[in-house]
């Protein structure tokens, strides 16, 4: 079937490029990193609980991946001047060079991995993506969340 070999094709493109060109870019951050990151920028400060629920994860993993943000000074979290739990997280202006540094980093990455591929594959791609990651619980709460900020709502 032409399309499983295209995806043969692709997953030894992948296998190259991890000993190769691509590979030599280093990975600052974990995927959990970049998504904690992303939810900041684009749902706006949240407390670490907010987060969890959004990505489907406990309160302690996601503090194991929010520390090392705020201690790296690419997170900071919000002083707070009244009583209560909440202390909002914001991305820093370090963080947010890096976290578009990263952004670039992947395009390049997708960009070589998909650079073989015809307009027609990667729309069926994307389409078979975006199906899975709007199946999965935590990933739909996010786009939901990313949807409701970009539409003006919160949730």
Request: with cysteine.
């Amino acid at each position: 079937m032409r399309v499983k070999s295209r995806i043969e094709r692709l997953a030894e493109e992948l296998l190259d490029l991890s000993r190769t060109g691509c590979s030599a870019m280093p990975q600052m951050l974990t995927d959990r990193q970049l998504d904690i990151m992303r939810i900041v920028v684009h749902v706006g400060k949240n407390g670490v609980s907010a987060m969890s629920r959004t990505l489907g994860m406990s309160h302690s993993a996601t503090l194991d991946i929010v520390g090392p943000l705020v201690k790296s000074g690419l997170l900071e979290k919000q002083e707070r001047t009244e009583v209560g739990r909440v202390s909002p997280i914001y991305l820093t202006k370090k963080g947010a060079e890096v976290l578009s540094r990263m952004e670039a980093m992947n395009i390049q990455i997708e960009n070589c991995v998909l650079g073989s591929l015809t307009n027609a594959e990667k729309d069926k791609l994307l389409e078979l993506l975006e199906r899975t990651i709007s199946n999965h619980p935590s990933n739909s709460q996010y786009v939901a969340a990313v949807t409701a900020k970009a539409a003006g709502t919160s949730r």
